[in-house]
């Protein structure tokens, strides 16, 4: 319990900080390949330890801008030397480009996104070339297991609590009787949103009662905001009216498409995802559609990672090396309650909402995941089949 809330202490910091980061400054420039970027400096460099913060570019609006304010808040708390180093948008050189910055210069921390290195990173800890590094590899498989490293933790999400939350939502709030998911690639870590607001979807309608809801359920294909546009476009043409956009920085273009739509007058809806969408939209500025968003699917990756800190240099406990599953129970999902959510959302709907996640905090509701299927296949079948039982 204490570890809860701490955590939903540092979660309230982290949307402050967000907040007046948005209003105060632009996110860093990308840069490209293996850069060092900014350094942090200190008058005892001997005695001061190093961080690094691995991904492939920053100025995502999403994972790695907040990695990289989880970092150099680490870096300040701690009197941590700071390096930034991007590989760019090339996935294939991702391992290559790690090893190569670990060989070029010693860390005692590594912050990174777990897609594409977890495995090398795993290998060369368990070799001893990298087991004096401490590694914190964040949105990694809830499945992931790193047993016999001791100087790996992983951050993972529930993403498919919240996003059932976001399903259930939509259905409680659709005017049209149809609601979308709009998934930005057919990969694990995405399909296990989509396998979460399947299973909502799936429980409005057998276990609510809620017989006439329709769903379309779609992929990019590219990454891009012309085709979050264009994805949006279809589905609300086809008279879905709340959108779940799992995309990143291209949810530009699904505001963009429901502002074209009617937007808020018409009652067109984007839910987004990771962080508070709506919010920093409207604190940047410019950005067409932005009240379109009403809220997000959390991720709250910053709060984490503070903990882990914590717990390495010994201000709380109860964080060991080894993968880490953070769901609405233990605040690393959930819903962005802004004031967009609570201006258009009823209160009895408000309601619902939140008595359900006190069921999925309690183990009453069970949400599928992803990584419940034994095989890709049995996913797929789960995902086409809308008629399908909520639990498989």
Not at 183 to 212: H, R, S
Not at 223 to 241: A, P
Not at 336 to 346: G, H
């Amino acid at each position: 319990m204490k570890l809860r809330k701490r955590l939903t202490a540092l979660i309230a910091a982290s949307a402050i900080l967000l907040s007046l980061a948005a209003c105060g400054q632009k996110d860093p420039e990308p840069t490209q390949g293996s850069n060092p970027g900014q350094q942090t400096e200190t008058n005892n460099p001997e005695q001061q330890k190093t961080i690094m913060f691995y991904i492939p570019y920053i100025g995502d609006f999403g994972l790695g801008d907040m990695g990289y304010r989880a970092s150099t808040a680490a870096a300040e708390k701690y009197n941590l030397k700071f390096n930034l180093v991007e590989y760019g948008q090339d996935n294939s050189i991702a391992v290559n480009s790690l090893v190569d910055a670990l060989e070029t210069t010693h860390y005692d921390y590594v912050l990174a996104m777990g897609w594409y290195v977890t495995d090398i990173v795993v290998e060369k800890s368990k070799s001893g070339e990298w087991s004096d590094i401490t590694f914190i590899l964040f949105d990694t498989a809830p499945s992931m297991d790193f047993e016999g490293c001791d100087n790996i933790y992983g951050v993972s999400f529930a993403q498919n609590e919240g996003s059932f939350l976001v399903a259930l939502y939509s259905a409680l709030m659709t005017k049209s009787g149809k609601i979308g998911c709009a998934i930005n690639q057919d990969a694990p870590i995405t399909n296990d949103f989509g396998t979460g607001w399947l299973c909502g979807y799936k429980y409005a309608v057998n276990e609510l009662g809620m017989d006439d809801l329709e769903m379309m359920y779609a992929y990019l294909g590219e990454v891009t905001i012309q085709t979050s546009y264009e994805t949006v476009s279809v589905m609300m043409d086809n008279d879905c009216d709340y959108v779940y956009l799992v995309a990143g920085t291209v949810a530009m273009g699904g505001m963009q498409a429901a502002e074209e739509k009617g937007g808020k007058a018409a009652g067109k809806f984007i839910l987004g995802t990771d962080y508070d969408q709506y919010n920093y939209f409207k604190e940047v500025g410019d950005t067409v559609g932005y009240d379109t968003m009403l809220t997000s699917m959390l991720k709250n990756i910053e709060a984490c990672v503070a903990l882990i800190f914590e717990n390495i240099y010994g201000e709380a406990t109860g964080i060991e090396p080894g993968n880490h599953v953070y769901g609405i129970k233990e605040g690393g999902v959930g819903l962005a309650q802004n004031e967009n959510y609570l201006e258009n959302t009823p209160e009895d709907v408000q309601k619902v909402i939140q008595e359900t996640s006190d069921k999925i905090v309690s183990g009453e509701l069970d949400v599928v995941s992803y990584f419940d299927f034994d095989s890709y296949d049995a996913f797929a079948t789960y995902r086409d089949n809308p008629s399908a039982p909520f639990v498989p």
